[in-house]
């Protein structure tokens, strides 16, 4: 039997904020354990928890760059449920009355629906230590220093049909919430995690299948094969006429499949009630429109104008508009009046392998918007070739200068006299009788051979137009085959 996959992913983003969702302790990551907490995020008896602002403003920012609508009354629950790093018992999260709802976001010009973001807490973190048993240990430590840090859990509705499709949706998100400063989206540091829900209904069906959740997966290629493994285990389950189980399951990489970790709660099973320390927030109208005001040109924005206005492809679009950071250099560099479609080739070629080879983000190299401005120039100019061009970018990268200088200093400029390059492309031919005659005898494809000698002797400054142009009137026309 055929089936349709259905994926909801529900995405627990940390919020940038420098204190903590109800205290003041720090949300820096790295600190010792149990390094940065107080009475309130360790749930001592007695304490009043405080909202802090920026949380709800960073919420707010996030909704109205997910097209939500913004609830003008919003109120915080208690989610009970038990487990050792939960130290109150409870999560302060929010239940029937969210921060933001009915969002949605595009990907690949299909509409993903968003069902709600709310605000919630985090918990602390488990370590498991010791040398056998559970996770490969016999006992187990608690740091609470994560414990009460803001979070924005962002719901989409079960319209994703693809693992690819998942992990497109979980992409844009993230480059959406880095463009907008409120996460910073860092996967291996845990400010951007994904719990996925999966499905599978017969072809055709209505009816929504019964679900696994997969919990917790930091990255998106884990997430893209998580899901994958699911369909194929649900798959197996079905054709052999068995019955999928509501559970909450976790990913292992080692194995490349999802294994069970719990049932899954339905939400009565939380128990959820109004926490009685926080009253209802009513957010004006007036701080939304504020809080708009400050939304910048999101990627999508990006995109459509790279495309219709610079005349990129939307593959090359798509990759400047993923880092706000290289979007704001490229637009940095038009402004300087250099060539979009030579600038954006530049950015998206040596520049990324550099900084993937060097393991280094774009903001720590040394490159310039005026020195990127000013290469192009020389190169558009013909003062440069494209060969010492990406030499000399590379030095660029790693070390500040200025590039009419370092042209100089280096001899870099390119060679364009047509007598010195006649005279190079002779002595080339002259070299290479062999090839000469194998030219005439039509194997024009060596004709390379002849461009390349050239370039060698040149030290690739050789202008490639000239050197073409003198090619053409000194090589023997190829006999016709």
Known sequence: MKYETVIGLEVHAQLKTKTKIFCRCPTEFGAAPNDQVCQICLGMPGVLPVLNKKAVEHAIKAG???????SETTKFDRKNYF???????????????????????????????????????????????????????????????RSGVPLLEIVSEPDITSPEEAKNYLTELRNILRYIDVCDGNLEEGSFRCDANVSLRPVGQKELGTKAEIKNVNSFRAVQKAIQSEIERQSKILDDGGRVVQESRLWNEADGKTHSMRS?????????FPDPDLVPLSIESAWIAEIRATLPELPEEK???????HGLSLDDAAVLAESKDLADFFDETLKLGANAKLAANL????TTAYTNDNKIEFTETKLT?????DLIAAIDSGKLGSTNAKKLLLDL?????????VIEEKGLAQLSNEDELRKMVEDVLAKSQAQVEQYRSGKTKIRQFFFGEVMKISKGKANPEVTNKILDELLPQPEST
Not at 64 to 70: F, G, S, T, V
Not at 264 to 272: F, G, L
Not at 303 to 309: D, E, W
């Open 64 to 70: 109205l760059a997910l097209n939500c609508e913004i």
């Open 369 to 373: 918007a005026k020195n990127l401005a």
């Open 397 to 405: 990268l790693a070390t500040e200068g200025d590039v009419n200088k």
């Open 83 to 145: 487990y050792p790093d939960l130290p109150k018992g409870y999560q302060i999260s929010q239940y029937d009355a969210p921060v933001c709802m009915s969002g949605h976001l595009m990907i690949d010009g299909k509409k993903i629906r968003i069902h709600r973001a709310h605000l919630e807490e985090d918990a602390g973190k488990l370590v498991h230590a010791g040398a056998a048993g559970l996770h490969g240990s016999d006992y187990s430590l608690v740091d609470f220093n």
């Open 264 to 272: 899954k709660e339905e939400a009565h099973d939380y128990r959820y």
């Open 303 to 309: 995109r459509q104008r790279y495309v219709n206005s």
């Open 347 to 350: 950015l998206i070629g040596p």
